[in-house]
């Protein structure tokens, strides 16, 4: 048995190598130190990726995600599938070994097939009676996300503020999702996002590991709309591959008008006012399509229900688990809201209508509104 715990079976070949992976056979480093060392001591250290993906019809939504901890040893990753109202989830847990590169956790399988331009995102069958195969290809042009670099901003006062980089982009998918034996093939016009992301914070070990600080499930919330010559994403514009306009746009704080269901204070409807970098606006009328919604908090977004497992909070043995929820039910839409992404018609001023995702944190959207926040009001 080797000496370093975590190591799984298949980490024993490298075991006596220690520092040492696989990747650094790779001309990958950045520092002197092997890839398994980081760069930070920060035991809220990650390294994510996030996609969110729907069929052309509607009736399909994916969100799936992952995060190693390394200065923790552990990994995570969930997938969510909503289908015509009924959403599940399937959660896995184990740590890191040696191999970084292996994103495997669980039945939850996604491969990077080409840096930058492609990934294939598998969810193995399982008991939760859900699975996926999926081909993600990137079509907007990706643009690094610089760290802020504000180090007086950190919480309590004279630590460091955590920092986020990464990127983020559009893209087409095709592939099929099974639920329970009826398997739906994604037809042309399926799309999504996807990011990736790593640094410190963000909510990694939940209310335990906030450092005073608040606890982080997203901020304002955020759209993501791709109109095929322009994109969404959040506080930026992309463009297409080739696009003659160089790199990005900006996004500033929209103006929101929002409206919600009454009896579980869930996103429904919104009016949205933006104003871009270049001075130009666009509004946009959000129409969430029946309770087509991915519920984050079963991707450990503000601690599961149930549960209350959070990102990079469960320490235990390797262990795999899910759940099924009856999205019809506004009793269930109120024990599992939190971060959540709906399925949306989205139409622009000029008339064009696409499919997109607007992101709300629910109930803290209908609290803005009654509050009178600036930007933010009722419909």
């Known amino acids: ?130 699975a996926y195969d999926l081909t993600f290809t990137d079509t907007t042009r990706q643009v690094f996300r610089e760290p802020l670099s504000n180090s007086a901003t950190g919480t309590p006062p004279g630590r460091r503020g955590d920092v986020t980089s990464g990127f983020e982009c559009f893209g087409t998918v ?93 996103f429904a409807e919104g009016i949205v006012d933006y104003t871009f970098g270049d001075g130009t606006t666009a509004q946009l009328h959000y129409e969430k399509i029946g309770q087509q919604t991915a519920f984050l908090r079963c991707g450990m977004y503000g601690g599961t229900p149930g549960g209350d497992i959070h990102q990079g909070g469960y320490d235990g043995p390797d262990m795999t688990e899910g759940e099924t929820f009856d999205l019809t039910r506004p009793e269930t839409r109120i024990g599992i809201r939190g971060l959540d992404e709906h399925l949306c018609r989205v139409t622009r001023d000029d008339g064009r209508s696409v499919l997109g995702i607007y992101q709300a944190i629910d109930p803290v959207a209908y609290e803005a509104c009654t509050s009178g926040r600036r930007g933010w009001d009722f419909l």
Do not use: C
């Open 1 to 130: 048995m080797s000496d370093h715990p975590g190591l799984t079976a298949d980490d024993e070949h490298v075991a006596e190598q220690f520092p040492l992976s696989p990747l650094d056979d790779y001309m990958v480093h950045q520092t002197p130190d092997p890839v398994r060392v980081m760069w930070t001591g920060d035991p809220r250290a990650y390294e994510r990726y996030w996609m969110v993906s729907h069929d052309a019809s509607g009736d399909v939504v994916i969100a799936t995600g992952g995060s190693l901890y390394p200065n923790l040893d552990r990994a995570e990753a969930y997938a969510i599938v909503t289908v015509r109202g009924r959403q599940t989830a399937v959660r896995s847990f184990r740590s890191i070994g040696a191999d970084r590169a292996d994103l495997r956790i669980g039945p939850i399988a996604p491969r990077i097939v080409r840096g930058l331009r492609e990934w294939r995102y598998v969810l193995e069958p399982n008991e939760w009676g859900v």
């Open 174 to 266: 095709s592939g099929w999702v099974e639920v329970d034996g009826e398997r739906i093939t994604l037809s042309p016009g399926s799309a999504g996002t996807r990011d990736r992301h790593w640094g410190t914070g963000r909510g990694v070990g939940g209310p335990t590991m906030s450092l005073g600080g608040r606890l982080h499930v997203g901020t304002n919330g955020n759209a993501f709309v791709d109109f095929g010559d322009w994109t969404i994403w959040g506080d930026r514009v992309f463009y297409p591959f080739g696009d003659d306009r160089p790199g990005h746009g900006t996004v500033g704080k929209p103006t929101r008008r929002l409206r919600f269901e009454p009896d579980t204070q869930v």
